[in-house]
């Protein structure tokens, strides 16, 4: 029975550097979580949700009076 399958292929993923994250400035690759901006700018997901959480949190406090 010959049974020499060594060269399973691996799946050949691609990183690329996407850019630089507008919160963290941090380089973000394709592999990430990451969202685009318009007309440009990335940010990585986490980064963009915690902002967002950031901005509600201010525009609440702000808008108390
Ligand atoms: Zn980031």
């Given at each position: ?16 550097l996407?850019?630089n ?45």
């Amino acid at each position: 029975m010959p049974k020499h399958n060594k060269s399973w292929v691996k799946s050949k993923v691609i990183v690329t550097l996407v850019g630089n994250c507008r919160y963290c400035s941090a380089e973000i690759l394709n592999t990430d979580s990451f969202v685009s901006f318009y007309p440009k700018g990335h940010a990585h997901y986490k980064c963009m949700r915690k902002a967002d959480e950031d901005k509600t949190y201010e525009n609440e406090s702000k808008f108390d009076w």
